[in-house]
Nanobody, 120 residues
Framework: QVQLVESGGGLVQPGGSLRLSCAAS????????MAWYRQAPGKQRELVAT???????NYADSVKGRFTISRDSAENTVYLQMNSLKPEDTAVYYC??????????????WGRGTQVTVSS
């Protein structure tokens, strides 16, 4: 099973920045798409950004121009640079990944996430 561990969350004032990291580990031949999700209290988990193995990125409209997703394919790690943070960005942030392993195609197990709180 592929494990995912997120880090980098915290408390930040509106307009501030944070950089999240997520490392995938386990029996991995190659990772295809890596993605960040978030879940605010009382809301469903939503997709924030994705990046594929070619570096192509896609973002939710709510974060375009403020968040940047990137990856280190050699380390199976994905990052989320979050700038100009707003209170509505407050959520638990999760990452996920899919790709190939010894048992075939995998989708990673959800990690514990990392809390991001934007407040003055």
């Amino acid at each position: 099973q592929v494990q995912l561990v997120e880090s980098g969350g915290g408390l930040v004032q509106p307009g501030g920045s944070l950089r999240l990291s997520c490392a995938a580990s386990g029996n991995i031949y190659g990772v295809s798409t890596m993605a960040w999700y978030r879940q605010a209290p009382g809301k469903q988990r939503e997709l924030v950004a994705t990046i594929n193995s070619n570096g192509y990125t896609n973002y939710a409209d709510s974060v375009k121009g403020r968040f940047t997703i990137s990856r280190d394919s050699a380390e199976n790690t994905v990052y989320l640079q979050m700038n100009s943070l707003k209170p509505e960005d407050t959520a638990v942030y999760y990452c996920n990944a899919d790709g190939m392993g010894p048992a075939g195609w995998f989708r990673g197990a959800w990690g514990r996430g990392t809390q991001v709180t934007v407040s003055s």
